[in-house]
């Protein structure tokens, strides 16, 4: 009889870490192809140059008159000189690569992780040059989605980085 309860735990277990893993594999799945779509989404939107407007009066008062460059008369200005000189198109071709490298299986790790410093440099620049809380909070929300999305490969990277020979 205990042979017979050890054998059902045994199998319960077995049964539960299955289903375990692949609720865990659907779940990351599922958010790395929303992060995917909204970086292609994204990418695709900077393609055309939009740029943002400032006002003769907001640069006289601020920049001249206050001699600062605080946002958002600077985040403008510095927002405005990567889209004409092309920075954000060249930014724009790695977000679509990124998104379009976490879609397929294969290589969604590699999508994933050069994503990384694509969401760390956005982040960072709304925290230094822009600083309204609700994009700060919304760049690290994505940041940190990133960051806990390539913790699901984190045999892989640390097979890679402590590759002993």
Known sequence: ??????????????????VEKKMKTILHTSLTILLALFFIYKGIDKIPIK????????IISTIIENNSYEAPV?????????RQSGFLRFISVF???AGLLMIIPKTRLIGLL???PIIFNIFFMHVFFDNRID????TGSILLLNVILCTYYYQNISSLILKKE
């Open 135 to 138: 994009e700060n909070i919304l």
């Open 51 to 58: 740029l943002k407007t400032v006002n003769k009066q907001e």
């Open 114 to 116: 050069l994503l990384l």
């Open 95 to 97: 977000q679509i690569l």
């Open 74 to 82: 600077g985040y403008k200005i510095t927002m405005n000189t990567m």
């Open 1 to 18: 009889m205990q042979d017979i309860v050890n054998y059902l735990d045994s199998f319960l277990i077995k049964d539960y870490m299955f």
